[in-house]
């Protein structure tokens, strides 16, 4: 079992950037392909990006590609989200998820484990 906890939201203007944690406690972090998903109000939940278990794999939505950067530190159980050029539509709620199950990794179904979330405004 692992448990996630998300930090580094705020509040940002259009154009500038932030960078998400996720934090995972337990000793089995590398053992798990992560991914970052977000909820904007009145919206289904929507993939942002993962990466496999040692990193060298990532996936981004097309509406991220090339701003966000999704990685991850095995020997500091932590995961980074780097967003750069954020837009007023990129203002969510972001959760980390570790994936316990077989599936696409752009499919919240496949993670098994969630942090709580950080919330993430961009002004225009």
């Known amino acids: 079992q692992v448990q996630l906890v998300e930090s580094g939201g705020g509040l940002v203007q259009a154009g500038g950037s932030l960078r998400l944690s996720c934090a995972a406690s337990?000793?089995?972090?590398?053992?798990?392909?992560m991914g970052w998903f977000r909820q904007a109000p009145g919206k289904e939940r929507e993939f942002v990006a993962a990466i496999g278990r040692s990193g060298a794999i990532t996936y981004y939505a097309d509406s991220v590609k090339g701003r966000f950067t999704i990685s991850r530190d095995n020997a500091k159980n932590t995961m980074y989200l780097q967003m750069n050029s954020l837009k007023p539509e990129d203002t969510a709620v972001y959760s980390c998820?570790?994936?316990?199950?077989?599936?696409?990794?752009?499919?919240?179904?496949?993670?098994?484990?969630w942090g709580q979330g950080t919330q993430v405004t961009v002004s225009s």
């Open positions: 998820a570790a994936s316990s199950r077989l599936g696409p990794l752009n499919s919240p179904l496949s993670y098994g484990y």
């Open positions: 337990g000793r089995t972090f590398s053992s798990y392909a």
